[in-house]
């Protein structure tokens, strides 16, 4: 216990030397935080939280609950590593389960759906920057696209094969299922609201259409950056038995949906709830929010500094006193 306080005074002197003392105090009350949080989160290791992000954009107009300013999503990305979060892939769980792998301490998924470019330019850089994981569930048709199927129509850019495969090869982020080409509004010819039955289509027929959708995104990714599907986040998270009993069948660990909350994998990893992270709301509150979720020490550093600017630069100066800390601790 005596070693113990005497290491703490010498990693808080050294960061307070390096950097500079409140920098060190505040590492130093968020470690203890973290450490307590840890301990809560370990008797209820299995429920985990999916946050779910769709497209990032530098255009104002466009922020909303699924568009979000690169600057909120650096901002989110730092108090989740302030907080002690660590970011684990779906595929980190069934290792876990299957293999004993350990989890780490307060583990989180982070989501993007649709696998818009913006994924690319903005989410990648700040996750390759503070060493985080990420999924991305792609369209199998829109890769790489900033058209419509009619070539003529414009839709928002979606990131190429070659830079999924970029983002694969780091490690960092895994690529999975949001269907081949049933990414559809109900009020499409031919398409159910996302893997919907159509009335006019008999139960077999619906079935078959659902096998050769997942076949046909399951090939594309293996073809073009290798590696198994195993999860599929549902388009506008509406799905069904039939839906749920195929793709179990055909080898799927993971089923994500829209719905909001924190799902106990422990339980089932199929029809995972998701939290999602809008642009309405500041930061601050869904972090605080999450913790509190996870009925957690919801302590957060720095939130009386009302200029997002100013506290990004604070949480990025956080950040680099906590790696020094953390390194030093284990
Ligand atoms: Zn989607």
């Known amino acids: 216990m005596k070693k113990l306080l005497l290491i703490s005074i010498l990693i808080i002197l050294v960061v307070a030397i390096v950097f500079n003392i409140p920098y060190g105090i505040e590492a130093y009350r968020l470690e203890k935080a973290v450490a307590a949080n840890a301990q809560l989160n370990r008797k209820n290791i299995d429920r985990i939280p999916v946050l779910m992000y769709h497209h990032i954009s530098e255009d104002k107009t466009k922020w909303d609950s699924v568009t979000i300013s690169p600057e909120k999503f650096r901002e989110e990305m730092l108090y989740l590593k302030a907080v002690g979060y660590n970011t684990i892939h779906f595929k980190d769980y069934i290792d876990y389960v299957e293999q004993g792998k350990s989890l780490p301490d307060n583990p989180i998924i982070v989501t993007f759906d649709d696998g818009y470019l913006s994924n690319y330019q903005y989410a990648y850089p700040v996750l390759k920057q503070y060493d985080m994981k990420a999924s991305i569930f792609i369209i199998g048709w829109s890769v790489g ?40 509004p109900s009020d499409e010819v031919n398409y159910g609201l996302g893997v919907s039955k159509l009335e006019k289509e008999s139960v077999e027929q619906y079935k078959s259409r659902l096998e050769t959708d997942a076949e046909k995104i399951e090939q594309l990714i293996s073809q073009n950056i290798g590696g198994e599907v195993y999860a599929i986040s549902y388009p506008y998270g509406s799905y069904n038995e039939y839906s749920e009993s195929i793709l179990k069948e055909r080898g799927y660990r993971f089923t994500v949906t829209t719905q909001d909350g924190i799902s106990d994998f422990g339980s089932s990893t199929y029809t995972v709830k998701r939290i999602n992270m809008p642009s309405e709301i500041d930061s601050r509150s869904l972090i605080r929010q999450l913790l509190l979720k996870q009925q957690k020490n919801d302590y957060l550093p720095f939130e009386d500094e009302e200029d997002y600017q100013k506290r990004i630069k604070k949480l990025e100066k956080l950040y680099e006193v906590l790696k020094i800390y953390r390194s030093l601790k284990y």
């Open 145 to 184: 696209r900033k058209l419509h199927k009619d070539s003529v129509t414009p839709i928002t850019e979606h990131f190429t094969w070659e830079q999924a495969k970029e983002m694969q090869q780091s490690g960092l982020i895994e690529l999975q299922s949001h269907t081949y080409d049933l990414h559809n």
